[in-house]
């Protein structure tokens, strides 16, 4: 899957092959070394509380309030997304380019990471989307986990049905809502951000490979923030969306594959230790250029148009096509 540019400049680009980057084994345990991580006493010291910015409800409801007073009007800035199954490492190697810093006043905390406790419990660390902005105006999206067993129980009701509504007006069950809600973060963070990383446990991983091919079929007439104008505000938001899905304006964040537990003899160690392999993948990242918007777009706008293109995703006719294939295959439960 290649990822595609929303203006022309971007087009050379977006037909090259996804990046990806490798990592020694035991990335994820490389957490405790984050600058200001939570195993640094002098870090949670000064650490100032802050309840969850996350973007998502239990209802699955885009709410941009909480997060929208760290954000400017600046247009010069970065979206950089992470996507994986549960327990790879996505947060920590997310706080790593955070770079957070916990003697600067009003900064917002590191990411959570999984701990021994949640792990024992068979739990999950991050809800929703958890949202950051690093001094370096690079805003950042973790996620929670997709194809986690703790994010299925904890949204199936005794009869097998999804507390969590995934499609508008439709009765799913849930593990078939639980496949939809991977696909659907997928879509929006291709469809929001400028760099995705799927992070994986290794190359034979063939999951993350399949949930973002299909991320990709399905992403077709979404388009990306900036083409969302907000100076109409007379405008019914189904006539909105159907002007946007009519115009074909096509937009694909890059993809960046994460392997973070390789254990292929044929793979030589590059690095002194896995710290260093955690730096160095964030330099990367950080000297990255993904693909513009097709229009220029200021933090705050990025954020109220985010929730809109959030609807559509829901809302998605393809989508919604997708999800009553998967129901007559036979392959999840009705």
């Not at 189904?238 to 960046?256: F, H, T, W």
Request: negative net charge; glycine residues 8%; contains cysteine.
């Amino acid at each position: 899957m290649a990822g595609s540019g929303g203006n022309p400049s971007s087009g050379e680009k977006s037909h090259q092959a996804p990046k990806i980057l490798l990592a020694k084994p035991g990335l994820v345990s490389a957490g405790k070394f984050n600058r200001g991580g939570p195993d640094d006493p002098d870090s949670n010291a000064h650490r100032p509380r802050f309840g969850s910015l996350n973007l998502l409800s239990d209802t699955w409801d885009f709410h941009s309030d909480r997060f929208l007073p760290f954000l400017t009007d600046n247009t010069d800035f970065t979206v950089v997304g992470v996507i994986g199954p549960p327990g790879v490492g996505k947060s920590t190697i997310m706080n790593e380019i955070y770079g957070f810093d916990a003697t600067s006043p009003g900064v917002l905390p590191p990411f959570a990471i999984e701990t021994e406790e949640t792990r024992a419990l068979s739990k999950h660390c991050t809800v929703g989307i958890e949202p950051r902005v690093s001094a370096e105006r690079i805003i950042l999206l973790d996620t929670q986990p997709v194809f986690s067993p703790s994010v299925l129980a904890e949204m199936i009701r005794p009869d097998g049905s999804s507390i969590v509504p995934i499609i508008s007006g439709e009765s799913l069950s849930a593990e078939l809502a639980h496949e939809l809600m991977s696909i659907q973060l997928g879509v929006l963070l291709a469809s929001i951000c400028h760099i995705i990383l799927v992070v994986s446990e290794g190359v034979h991983d063939a999951s993350m490979w399949r949930l973002m091919s299909t991320v990709d079929l399905l992403k077709h007439g979404i388009p990306d923030p900036s083409s969302l104008t907000l100076s109409h505000p007379q405008s019914s938001e189904k006539e909105s969306r159907e002007k946007i899905l009519d115009s074909g304006e096509e937009y694909m964040a890059d993809p960046v594959f994460v392997h973070t537990k390789n254990k292929d003899e044929s793979l030589k160690p590059q690095y002194e230790s896995h710290i260093s392999a955690l730096w160095n993948l964030r330099d990367q990242v950080l000297s990255m250029r993904g693909p513009s918007f097709s229009r220029t777009v200021s933090e705050r706008d990025w954020l109220k148009n985010s929730a809109k293109i959030w609807e559509i995703v829901k809302n998605s006719p393809i989508m919604m096509d997708y999800c009553r294939t998967l129901q007559s295959s036979g392959m999840v439960r009705r």
